[in-house]
């Protein structure tokens, strides 16, 4: 149990850590793109004004403002920026006006693409020419004859994945260097939990053993003082009192052991024929306690658990049954496969007038008492539904509780086995 909830620490740790990393790099390298496509909008824009043409004197507007993060940035960088033009005669025939020196694109895809920019309806937007992304925008020159420029924006958007890719691989090794260290400390952290925890289930199994052989003990003389004769109301109190503290101390036994051992081995169990079997079992006592029994089961219905255990849960929610069922009252189980076939529902249920306006929450924790004052005469829950709650938790399954029409319902929830 306390693994489990180490692991579920070390989980939330990471997820928590992941989320930080994301935001905070996440909005650097959005910050850094949204940068980017203001600077491609206004170097397009530049060009528009001056006829295609970037210089000194007219690319003032470019770093006009300072960046978010950085400094004002070096006029000259505009010398980095690769783009070319292409004029559209009146017969839609493509003309390339200006270009680089070292322009090496080839023409006939230049020629087919502006000349789809030309007649399509945007006056911008992103291509794809030779393995380069370009921006492009329609405009008319000086002679008012249709012209559009062409922005390579692969060099502009560099630094921006350069930055994703290592924000990325740096996330990841923060990630495995913080879970790694969590993972060691956290294990050394508990420890000391661990050891307490393991001698203390050792302590209630050593104790429950010991104490069955002075309950043994006062059984035996409590039977044979009605044997000679002194059978009385004391007597028979004793021997419930007895019988009480024998099942507590088998119940505490049991739970130190289940969490002694940890996981259970689960298999494929008949959960019908077990859920038969434990009604056919409590028959003679609910009959005894002038009970009734109703059955619902359905046919093969097998789910994953352990036999054994299995047994003992379905006993601990019918012996809860039959003790806090109403006088001439009615217990009911009903066993069905849910809508989607992946669950098997076992409800286990019995007339409680007094449920009313209860906190069912508390009915799994151990010992729980309406009374605070511990007084004998109300009844408490013991620790019978919180060994049945750790047992379906070790099935993988739900457990939940609910009152209604004057009847407390006991829903169990277990996989469906294939």
Same mark, same amino acid.
Request: aromatic residues 10%; glycine residues 4%; charged residues 20%.
């Given at each position: ?41 206004? /170097? ?8 295609? !043409? ?60 502006? #000349? ?57 090794? *923060? ?40 309950? *043994? ?11 000679? #004769? ?43 024929? /077990? ?53 001439? #009252? ?45 007084? !004998? ?23 939940? /509780? ?17």
């Amino acid at each position: 149990m306390i693994q489990k909830f180490r692991w579920k620490f070390i989980s939330l740790s990471i997820a928590s850590l992941f989320i930080v990393i994301f935001v905070t790099i996440g909005s650097l390298v959005a910050v850094n793109f949204y940068q980017d496509h203001q600077e491609v909008d206004r /170097v397009l824009n530049t060009l528009v004004q001056n006829n295609g !043409n970037l210089t000194l004197n007219n690319s003032q507007d470019i770093y006009k403002d300072k960046d978010f993060i950085f400094n004002q940035k070096n006029p000259e960088s505009i010398f980095q920026y690769r783009y070319f033009t292409v004029s559209v005669a009146p017969n839609n025939k493509i003309i390339i006006t200006k270009q680089p020196e070292d322009f090496k694109l080839s023409k006939q895809d230049i020629y087919s693409k502006a #000349g789809r920019i030309a007649n399509s309806r945007f006056k911008k937007g992103m291509i794809r020419l030779d393995h380069s992304n370009y921006a492009y925008q329609i405009f008319f020159n000086d002679q008012g004859q249709k012209s559009i420029i062409f922005l390579n924006t692969s060099l502009i958007f560099t630094r921006s994945w350069n930055l994703l890719r290592l924000a990325v691989f740096l996330g990841i090794i *923060a990630l495995l260097v913080f879970a790694s260290i969590l993972i060691i400390t956290s294990g050394k952290a508990i420890n000391p939990i661990v050891i307490a925890y393991k001698k203390q289930q050792q302590f209630i199994t050593n104790a429950g053993h010991e104490l069955k052989t002075p309950l *043994a003990i006062i059984s035996a003389n409590t039977e044979m003082q009605e044997m000679i #004769g002194n059978e009385s109301e004391w007597t028979k109190s004793t021997k419930e009192q007895i019988e009480r503290l024998t099942n507590l101390v088998n119940n505490l036994i049991s739970l130190a052991r289940m969490s002694e051992t940890g996981e259970l081995a689960l298999e494929k169990v008949n959960l019908s024929e /077990v859920t038969q079997q434990n009604c056919k079992d409590f028959a003679s006592l609910v009959k005894q306690k002038k009970l009734t029994l109703k059955e619902s089961i359905q046919p093969n219905i097998s789910v994953l658990a352990e036999e054994k255990t299995l047994k003992e849960l379905i006993n601990i929610f019918l012996d809860n049954a039959q003790k806090y069922c109403d006088p001439d #009252g009615i217990i009911s189980v009903d066993l069905r496969k849910n809508k989607l076939n992946t669950y098997a529902h076992l409800t286990i249920s019995n007339t409680y007038s007094k449920g009313k306006n209860k906190n069912y929450k508390n009915f799994f924790d151990r010992f729980y008492r309406e009374d605070e004052s511990h007084n !004998n005469k109300k009844s408490g829950f013991g620790i019978g539904l919180s060994m049945a709650q750790d047992l379906v938790h070790a099935f993988k399954g739900k457990l939940k /509780v609910n009152y209604h029409n004057e009847e407390i319902h006991f829903t169990i929830s277990l996989k469906l086995a294939k």
